[in-house]
């Protein structure tokens, strides 16, 4: 089974800053037939469900704010939102589907400092 | 509007069975993968299992945790998909999700608001 591991485990930003939040997976989630990532990223404001902001570790689901963008490759992703405002204070998780089981890091808190 | 709505969550006691709904519309659910998703209160997101589309003969696969005890089923006739839950645990207490796999990306793009279930005696 892949484990997913992210860092921090919560963050405060001020508005306007920079947020970063890493993932690792335990084995590589890029196929290499297609050479894409299969790693996601949510969004968990409080007592919603999660929303989805990228797939294939990179590409912006449609309607998300191009201020969140998210990079890497194989074992090591990063979300980044590039300037915080209020309404970002969530959970984030990273989850892979790459292969069953699929699996989710624990999440990353963003507040505002 | 694509819509997934949960019902049939409970308190029940443990060794107890529950069956959860997740009614789909705005969308032909016999086109899509659909999976379970579930968070303990207070805690992370954990993927229940999933049932595949008409193409691919409803195949279904769960986690090793609610393996041979919870069935995942639908009735793309009436648009639901169903979480039958048998032999439960504390530890599945939880808010169950259901979510629809688009197929552009195979990750989750639509979610219910879940469902709470309550395990205890």
Redesign the interface.
Known sequence: DIVMTQSPDSLAVSLGERATINCKSSQSVLYSSNNKN?L?W?Q?RPGQ????LI??AS?R?SGVPDRFSGSGSGTDFTLTISSLQAEDVAVY?C?Q?YS????????TKVDIK | EVQLVESGGGLVQPGGSLRLSCAASGFTLSDHYM?W?RQAPGK????VG?TRNKANRYTT?Y??SVKGRFTISRDDSKNSLYLQMNSLKTEDTAVY?CARV?RY?????Y????TLVTVSS
């Open positions: 299969y996601d949510y968990q469900p999660p929303k989805l797939y294939w590409t689901e998780y989850q589907y069953i089981p699929f699996s989710f890091g624990p999440g | 999976d998703v992370g997101l954990e993927w999933r696969d986690a090793a999700y688009e990306c195979s990750s989750w793009g979610w219910g608001q879940g």
